[in-house]
C-alpha cells in the first residue's frame, strides 16, 4: 500500500506539474498576443534620411587645357593648384552648359569665346550644317521692322537670313474682318461698348450734350441705371482757381460736441435750432478756429463767433461783397465761445475730395479741393492745466476788413498762377 501510495502521489505530483505548465503556457501565449495588439495598434514611424556622397578624391592637379582664368600674380602657384573650389568657381562663372555638345574632344566648351563666331557667316556654316538650307518666306513689312539694325536709320534692302525669328503668327496672316457682315459688325460694337476708353467718351460726349442748350429735351431722357431718380438740371463744372491759394478742411462736430445738443453754446450763439436757422448759419458761416499748442501732447482749438445776430449777419454780407469792392460793415469783434479737441485725416490725394458750390444764374458750379477732414471732440482739461489754458485762451478778437494790397494781390496770384496761368499772371516788380 505504501507503494502504491506512492506511486499515486508521484502521478498526481507529476499531473500537478503539467497543469502548471499548461497554466503557465497559456499565460504566456496570452501575454505575446497581448504585446502584438499592442505593437499592431502604434501607427508606423519611418524616419527617411537624405543621403550624402563624400568626394575623398584629390585636387586635380592641373587647370583644363584651354581654359583661361584669370590667376592673381601674389598667389602662390601651389596654393592655388591645390584648391578645392576651383572647377566650381569656373562652372559658376561660365555659362557654357546649354552649347556642351561634344565635350570628349577636349576643345573649348565655350563657343561664345571663339574669336569671330557671331560676325563671321562661315562659322554659322561649320557650327550649323543646315544654317544654308534654312528656307525663309517673304515678311510683312511689319515684320521687317524687326531686322532693322538699331545703329542705321536706313531700312533693309536684302533679306537676310534669319534663322533666330520665329514668330507664331505674322500681321500677314491675321484674318480681315470684314464690316459688311452683320455679325462681325455687332461683334466690333460690342467690343467698342465694353473698352473703357470708349465708354469713357461715351460718358464725356453724355455731358457735352446734356450742357448744350440745343438739346433740352435729352436731359430728361437720361436715367439713374440703378436708383429710379431722373436728371433735372445740369450745370458747367469749373474748379474755382481764384479761391486756390487757401486752404480748405471738412470740419465736424463729433458726439457730445454738437452744437445742437449743447444748450450753453445755444444760449450763447442765439438759440441754435432747426426753426430759426438764420442766426446759426450766419453766426456758424463767420465763425473763426483758432488752433493752439502748448506742447506736441496739448493742443486743441478754440472757436470764436459773433454772438449778436444781426451783427452776424451783416457781417455775413460784408464778406461776400468784398468783391464788389462795397465793403458794408468793417469791424467786427469775436468772442470765445468754447475749446474743443481735434483729430485730423489728411488726404493722400489732392483732389481726394472737394467741395462744390452752384450758381444758379450762369449754370456754373465750381469745386474747391478739401485738403483733410478735421473732427472736433469735447475738450477735458485736467486740473492741473486749468490755469495754462485760461492765460492761453484770448477773451474777444478784433477783427477789420480792407482791400488787399499790391504786394498781397501779387504773392496770391503767384500761388493761383500755378493752377490758372491765364487769369493769373505774376506781376513782375521793377
Known amino acids: 500500500m505504501l507503494i502504491w501510495a506512492n506511486d499515486l502521489f508521484e502521478e498526481e505530483l507529476q499531473f500537478c506539474l503539467c497543469s502548471a505548465k499548461m497554466q503557465l503556457s497559456f499565460v504566456f501565449c496570452r501575454l505575446s498576443q497581448f504585446q502584438l495588439l499592442m505593437t499592431s495598434s502604434k501607427s508606423r514611424q519611418d524616419y527617411i534620411a537624405k543621403v550624402r556622397y563624400q568626394n575623398d578624391l584629390p585636387a586635380p592637379p592641373c587647370p583644363p587645357k584651354l581654359l583661361k582664368y584669370e590667376i592673381e600674380k601674389e598667389a602662390p602657384r601651389k596654393e592655388f593648384l591645390k584648391d578645392c573650389k576651383l572647377l566650381s568657381t569656373l562652372f559658376s562663372k561660365d555659362n557654357f552648359r546649354y552649347l556642351m555638345n561634344e565635350t570628349s574632344d577636349g576643345l573649348e566648351v565655350n563657343y561664345l569665346r571663339i574669336p569671330g563666331i557671331i560676325e ?8 550649323f550644317s543646315s544654317y544654308k538650307n534654312l528656307a525663309i518666306e517673304n515678311l510683312h513689312p511689319d515684320d521687317r521692322l524687326l531686322l532693322v539694325d538699331p545703329n542705321k536709320s536706313a531700312t533693309l534692302n536684302e533679306e537676310p537670313p534669319v534663322f533666330f525669328l520665329r514668330r507664331p503668327q505674322y500681321v500677314s496672316d491675321g484674318e480681315k474682318i470684314n464690316m459688311q457682315n452683320p455679325t462681325n459688325k455687332r461683334k466690333h460694337q460690342e467690343m467698342e461698348d465694353t473698352n473703357p476708353r470708349s465708354q469713357l467718351h461715351s460718358v464725356e460726349r453724355t455731358f457735352d450734350e446734356v450742357i448744350d442748350p440745343r438739346n433740352k429735351n435729352r436731359l430728361q431722357g437720361l ?30 462736430f463729433v458726439g457730445s460736441a454738437s452744437l445742437s445738443k449743447d444748450r450753453p453754446l445755444n444760449q450763447q450763439l442765439g438759440q441754435v435750432c432747426e426753426s430759426d436757422s438764420t442766426s446759426v448759419n450766419a453766426a456758424i458761416l463767420t465763425s473763426l478756429f483758432k488752433p493752439i ?33 462795397n465793403i458794408v460793415h468793417r469791424h467786427v469783434v469775436y468772442d470765445h465761445i468754447k475749446d474743443f479737441d481735434q483729430i485730423f485725416r489728411g488726404h493722400k490725394k489732392f483732389f481726394e475730395e472737394f467741395a462744390i458750390s452752384f450758381d444758379d444764374n450762369s ?36 477783427m477789420d ?30
Open 363 to 398: 449754370d456754373r458750379a465750381f469745386f474747391v479741393p478739401i485738403a483733410g477732414r478735421l473732427e472736433l471732440k469735447k475738450k477735458r482739461i485736467a486740473p492741473g492745466l486749468v490755469d495754462v489754458v485760461n492765460r492761453t485762451n484770448y477773451a474777444h478778437i478784433g
Open 401 to 430: 476788413l480792407r482791400n488787399p494790397s499790391t504786394q498781397e494781390t501779387a504773392i496770391r496770384d503767384s500761388r493761383r498762377e500755378q493752377y490758372d496761368p491765364v487769369n493769373y499772371s505774376s506781376i513782375q516788380e521793377e
Open 293 to 325: 499748442e502748448i506742447n506736441p501732447y496739448n493742443k486743441w482749438i478754440s472757436l470764436y463767433a459773433v454772438t449778436d445776430r444781426l451783427l452776424a449777419e451783416n457781417f455775413r454780407k460784408s464778406l461776400n461783397s468784398i468783391k464788389d469792392g
Open 120 to 127: 563671321n557667316e562661315k562659322s554659322f556654316g561649320k557650327l
Open 223 to 252: 436715367i439713374h441705371p440703378r436708383k429710379k431718380i431722373k436728371a433735372v438740371k445740369a450745370w458747367h463744372f469749373y474748379p474755382d482757381t481764384s479761391t486756390f491759394d487757401q486752404v480748405f478742411h471738412s470740419l465736424k
